[in-house]
């Protein structure tokens, strides 16, 4: 089929459960792209149709966080653990072993929560996307606190004389994280550039606080933000969008009413600050570690926002020009100086409001003035004199 069939195609499906939004030729793409509403509902559906065989579907929610229990992470976890349909232990570990999948996972992001699955085979593409379906609004974890306990967090006791131990799966992952420097630096940029939105708060769960949540409110959580009026599904390939879009109707969709839970998912923009600040944290290190030149020092700008096209390619291009190219001009000049040994940047663009950091590692505080005059006498020539045309190319 050729672009002016699906075209065709898409244009004229006419479902009476959804409302059409918007129809667009993604010809760089040789694509036809349909954008939906389910009425009832109000699940929005975007649909990418085209020849490609590894056919994608998502399911995400916004999940902002209001605390650091890590909530929206362990309803990430517990969805996967049975559902109404699959009442088995653990179905995404059996999908994994027998589903001829060519991606499957599910992720939670500082302020989102998404399911994605594909596969080049049609059967097995169906039963995985009825498998995340039922999942996501029909968990198990309703009817059995135990995945709350297992996922989450739950006392342990070895031994009747033994000390009282926290376990869980979350827990225990960001107990992992939270070991690691880098880790926790970038989760405390964003609580230093986000005081007073929901950015500052973890979503995967801070382990200090993950034994704060309770079972009644992770519940309540799921309940309220785990409907389709919060949704956004994601269809992308070579398949009968109209059979799809019909099964979701059918099989989930119309069991929803959009006034049925008011909720609040909205992410607010943090109002720019009056002034450069700075901030300085600890971190452990082992016993053997030297306190010597072994500081992080960490250089961060809030960027536009997200939905900003140009920013968003233009600052991976500068990104490119300045850290990531070998002799990148910004790195190059700050290991020349000795500000540190490593040096590396981050473009952080899942969140509404896009953060660029430059990290130098093994460095020491002493060094933060020199740190930040080399960044600012390399952008200011950069303003004067602009950027080798070669190296933008390259990026």
Known sequence: ??????MNAVSGLNLPEYELIDVKELSDINSAGLLLRHKKSGARVVVISNDDNNKVFSIGFKTPPNNDT???????????CGSRKYPVKDPFVELCKGSLNTFLNAMTYA????????????????????????????PNMYNNKKIFMQEGWHHELDSKDGAITYNGVVYNEMKGVYSSPDDVLFRLTFVSLFPDTTYRFESGGDPDHI????????LDYHHRFYHPVNSYIYLYGDMDIRERLEYLDREYLKDF????????????????????????HFYAVTEDEPLEDNSYISYNKVIGTAT?????IAVQILDYCLIAAPGARLKQALVDKGVGTDVYSNFETSVYQPVYSVVVKNSSISKKKLFIDTINEVLEDILENGIDMRMIDAG
């Open 308 to 312: 900003d096209p140009l920013i968003y």
């Open 257 to 280: 009413d959009a006034a049925e839970v008011v909720v609040d998912s909205s992410i607010e923009l943090q109002k720019p600050f009056d002034k450069m600040t700075e901030e300085e």
């Open 111 to 138: 302020d989102k929560t998404i399911y994605p699955v594909a596969s080049c085979n049609d059967a097995d593409f169906k039963n995985i996307m009825d498998v995340y379906m039922d999942a996501v609004f029909y």
């Open 1 to 6: 089929m050729n672009l002016n069939e699906r």
């Open 70 to 80: 890590g909530l929206q992470h362990i309803i990430e976890h517990s969805t996967l």
């Open 211 to 218: 034994p704060e949540l309770s079972y009644e409110e992770f």
